[in-house]
């Protein structure tokens, strides 16, 4: 019989399987293996939202509980028990913003102070791992959001087009290592993240729709705290789903804290339109995306963009749609998905 952890298989989340691989290879790419790992007090963030599993009856032949295999909680507990890590280990589910505000609750631990010592055990002080997880394991969470009118008919994000009418829902699986201040063995990196934020829509038309005011706040929040100028910003990763309601409510945030005139583009990317909406592993997916741009200096186009949403105003302000590939020698990046955002 297969098993993970002392789990059958069968009676498991694929998305625990796959994000305790994901980890994993994000930790040995760091040079960690499960012998530098056992006793560690490294943290670990999961972003997970959709359970499309449904727990199994109990086996008689091997008394093993199978709701362990699918309960949310277990997935980031999963990854601690598998490499004996003993830092803070949690699921955390906030929708479409669940890997963001896992990569913040990960950048956060990495303040906390600790009794421990030792050079090893100091170096795994300043490191957390955030990772997220969606994928599409059954039909009722899809048959939820078509009811809701959320899915696009056409198959298609076409986010900030006149024709958009929805979002396609996409999978994957992603992991991140974050480590804190300088550290020889990450020498050669290029980016960083200088401040990350997160606030809640409060009351607004409805209790999913978007709050114009509350994702301004949290846009002029994260500048504050990186004490970056508005102006210094090249190209937003947007949450950018392609709905009618959400892609103008978010421009035009973006457009009254970013959109005074220079000299520059501000590029406005939207990887939904190229992979979907990873929904819990979303937030992931534009951060990976953002780092590629920074580090290659370049921006994709957006697909299935051919004009503009009639609700999205764009004139005398510096935001563009990229409908090629935008070049610039002085990227600096910001990823707002939902109402969470990093640099």
């Not at 691989?21 to 056992?38: N, V």
């Not at 906390?112 to 010592?117: C, D, I, K, V, Y």
């Amino acid at each position: 019989m297969c098993s993970v952890n002392g789990v059958d298989v069968q009676a498991q989340d694929p998305q625990q399987r796959l994000v305790l691989s994901t980890s994993y290879k994000a930790l040995a790419a760091a040079g960690h293996d499960q012998g530098t790992l056992q006793g560690a007090p490294m943290s670990i963030f999961v972003a997970l939202s959709n359970q499309d599993t449904e727990p199994s009856p109990v086996s008689s032949s091997t008394r093993e509980l199978p709701g362990t295999g699918v309960s949310a909680a277990l997935a980031a507990n999963r990854i601690s028990f598998a490499l004996g890590l003993r830092g803070t280990s949690a699921t955390i589910d906030t929708a479409c913003s669940s890997s963001l505000t896992s990569i913040q609750a990960a950048a956060e631990s990495l303040q906390r102070p600790s009794r421990r010592a030792g050079p090893a055990c100091r170096r795994r002080l300043r490191e957390s791992v955030a990772a997220g997880c969606e994928l599409l394991l059954g039909p009722n969470s899809v048959l939820l959001r078509s009811s809701a009118s959320m899915l696009s008919p056409t198959g298609r994000c076409q986010t900030f087009n006149a024709t958009a009418d929805g979002y396609v829902r996409g999978e994957g699986s992603g992991a991140i290592l974050l480590t804190l201040g300088e550290d020889p063995s990450w020498a050669g990196s290029q980016v960083m993240l200088c401040a990350s934020t997160t606030n809640q829509d409060g009351r607004s038309t409805s209790l999913t729709a978007p709050n114009g005011q509350a994702q301004q706040e949290v846009l002029l929040d994260a500048l504050w705290m990186a004490a970056v100028p508005a102006a210094a910003v090249s190209f937003v990763e947007c949450h950018g789903t392609g709905t009618a309601l959400g892609d103008p409510i978010e421009v035009g945030a973006l457009r009254r804290v970013l959109g005074a005139h220079k000299e520059e583009k501000l590029w406005l990317a939207a990887g939904k339109s190229n992979m979907g909406h990873l929904e819990a592993a979303a937030g992931l997916a534009g951060l990976a995306k953002a780092m590629c741009c920074l580090l290659h200096r370049a921006v994709p186009p957006n697909l299935h963009f051919a004009s503009l949403n009639p609700h999205i105003e764009l004139d005398k302000s510096c935001l563009a749609v990229p409908c090629g590939v935008a070049l610039s020698q002085t990227f600096t990046a910001l990823v707002n998905l939902k109402q969470s955002l990093q640099f």
